[in-house]
């Protein structure tokens, strides 16, 4: 195989690590490791990007593929997004909050709730999939805050400053002072996807992907 260089990234820590991909049930890692045993001649070089950054790297031929969390709020014509984990959401509590004392929390109880988001600017479609999923509800979410780091984000909500919607991976970041509660409906789910250029033809990225969707398969029997 030729040897050449795959830029690989984890936008992961994209937008308040919403995606989660290089934690998320440790797929990305997973992936990785299993790469760099089948090729260990090949550099992978791992960058921290915003999904919008991601999408214009990938467009402009400057990285070969990223982890995002669609719906994308631009996508250039010539970038495939393809999804290869789907997970449910949960919400994230003040450990007082009334909400607590139930096991699973509707999400229509929040509409009086503030919500602490993450940044909307960046491009990632978590803002938008939680704006989406209260107006299912009928009605639109009281915004408080829009952070951009996931432990400044658990910080405010354990200080009582509001609540907020995340993946269910974000159960990995004990915080004294939040409690997770499941919600309803239990089918609203978080996709994480792998970005790449439709027109990309190295066999290295290639092989990167099928690993990926190796990877894919495995925690999806795992669920």
Known sequence: MEF?????????AEELNFSQAARR??????????????FPDVELVVLGMTTEQQVEA???KQIQAGFVVPPLQHKA??????????????????EAHPLTAQSKVKVRSL????????QRNSGCGWYD????????????PQVAQEVNEMQVLLGLVAAGLGVAILSGAAKQFQRSGVVYRDLQPSSTEVAL????????QSLI??????????TSAFFKQRQ
Do not use: W
Not at 4 to 12: E, I, S, W
């Open 4 to 12: 050449r260089q795959l830029h690989y990234f984890l936008a992961v």
């Open 111 to 118: 509409a009086n709730e503030a919500f602490i988001l993450g």
């Open 58 to 60: 990938i467009h402009n």
């Open 129 to 140: 999939q939680v704006i989406a999923l209260c107006r299912q509800a009928n009605f639109s």
């Open 77 to 94: 014509e010539d970038v495939v997004v393809e999804t290869v984990l789907e997970e449910p959401m949960v919400l994230a509590l003040p």
């Open 205 to 214: 990225l290639q092989a990167f992907l099928e690993i990926m969707r190796e």
């Open 193 to 200: 996807a792998i970005a790449y250029r439709m027109s990309e």
């Open 25 to 38: 049930l440790n797929m990305a890692p997973m992936t990785l490791k299993t790469y760099r045993e089948r």
